[in-house]
Structures are given as C-alpha cells and as structure tokens.
C-alpha cells in the first residue's frame, strides 16, 4: 500500500492490476474504521490490485478530480476508469466484489 500523490498517482493507475484507492483524512472514527477494513482487504487483495490512501485533506485538488465529495471514500479503478466507488463506510467483501467484477461490469455501493 502507498501513499498516493498528484506525483505517483498516474504511475499506480497505469498498472496492469485494478487499483483500490481510499480517500481519508487523519481524524474521524468512519475514516478510521474504514482505514481498518482498507487495511485488512489489502493483506488479502495485494497480489490482485494495487492499493493506495489518499488525503484528502493535504490532496484536495487530486480528490476532486475523482469526484470525492465524502469522506471516505473508496475507489475501485481498472487502469483510470472507476468500476466501483463506496462513499462512507463499506466492506471488505464489497472491495473484493469490486476487484474480480469482468471489466465490463460496474458495482454500485
């Protein structure tokens, strides 16, 4: 997992894997605990996607140009295109979900 930048952004989207990208902020007990299920989705899924944390906070600019409006959010990309997006909370089986959906497929939170 790594942190991600208006620098390093497009070298993660430009990947061969789908990318899971959870926008934060450092405060706030729903950022928190989906920092926690963001975490535990990466131990199972990083051989399968690359992951990323974004924040928001310091990254206002890069959150906007994916249309973040709530935090957090959690992003599923498939190169730059989003296939999946969760505004609040969500879980790990609905980023899992997201992951292995065909290319074609778009997963509504």
């Given at each position: 997992?790594?942190?991600v930048?208006?620098?390093?952004?497009?070298?993660?989207?430009?990947?061969?894997?789908?990318?899971?990208?959870?926008?934060?902020?450092?405060h706030?007990?729903?950022?928190?605990?989906?920092?926690?299920?963001?975490?535990?989705?990466?131990?199972?899924?990083?051989?399968?996607?690359?992951?990323?944390?974004?924040?928001?906070?310091?990254?206002?600019?890069?959150?906007?140009?994916?249309?973040?409006?709530v935090?957090?959010?959690?992003?599923?990309?498939?190169?730059?295109?989003?296939?999946?997006?969760?505004?609040?909370?969500?879980?790990?089986?609905?980023?899992?979900?997201?992951?292995?959906?065909?290319?074609?497929?778009?997963?509504?939170a």
């Open positions: 997992m790594q942190r930048s208006p620098e390093n952004v497009s070298d993660l989207l430009t990947q061969d894997a789908r990318t899971v990208l959870l926008f934060g902020a450092p706030g007990e729903s950022v928190m605990a989906q920092a926690v299920v963001f975490a535990e989705a990466w131990v199972e899924h990083r051989a399968e996607a690359a992951f990323g944390y974004v924040d928001a906070a310091e990254h206002v600019a890069l959150a906007r140009s994916f249309g973040v409006r935090l957090p959010t959690t992003l599923v990309l498939d190169r730059s295109e989003i296939v999946a997006r969760f505004e609040g909370r969500c879980s790990g089986a609905a980023i899992a979900s997201a992951l292995f959906a065909p290319p074609d497929a778009r997963v509504a």
